[in-house]
Structure formats: C-alpha cells, structure tokens
C-alpha cells in the first residue's frame, strides 16, 4: 500500500528549547535510516524548514509506526493511504454505476 505522509514541526519551547530540538531532530535523521520493507519513492522538506511529504509503500503499517514514532517527539504526523489516481478512478467509476 502506498502512503502520504506529511510532518510539521512541533514547537512550543522557547527559542533556546526549539534550537536544541532541531538539532536533537538533525542528529538523529543523520542515524536513521528507512526500515527495509518500507519503499521511500520521494522525501521532499519544505522551505519553510518546518514542514515535509513522504510518499512511501510498504505492505506492513508497523513499518510507518517505527518510522513515525522515532520522530514523534519532534514532528506532527499526518498518515494518508493512497492509490494511484488511475485506481481511484476506476473504483469511483464503479461505485457510480452502482448508483446508476
């Protein structure tokens, strides 16, 4: 299954505090690294240096667990399934013509 994922800095502390989250954020990005039964097809940051996207497939959810709570103290986790558009047409196509 494939996924969207999208992250927002967790802020809060005082600017000292957000300083030392960042860059406890940094240090441990700079250790992970994906868990192997998860497909990263794109990892894209924000200029706004707060905010990012995943695009991502695996066929076990844990893995995106794993991944999410390994940063969770830092960022706000929004976790969407997908399928690809020409899919999602089709399943909608159908479902209209049921009601049809």
Known sequence: MKYV?????????????NEEATQRALELFGKWTPESNLQIHQLVGG????????????????AIVLTTAYFA????????????????????QAATARRG
């Open 5 to 17: 994922i999208t992250w927002t800095a967790r802020e809060g502390g005082s600017a000292g505090q």
């Open 47 to 62: 200029l706004d240096a707060r905010t990012g996207v995943c695009v991502c497939e695996t066929d076990d959810p844990h």
């Open 73 to 92: 103290p830092f960022f706000s986790y929004t976790v969407m399934p997908v399928m690809d558009v020409q899919q999602t047409v089709e399943s909608i």
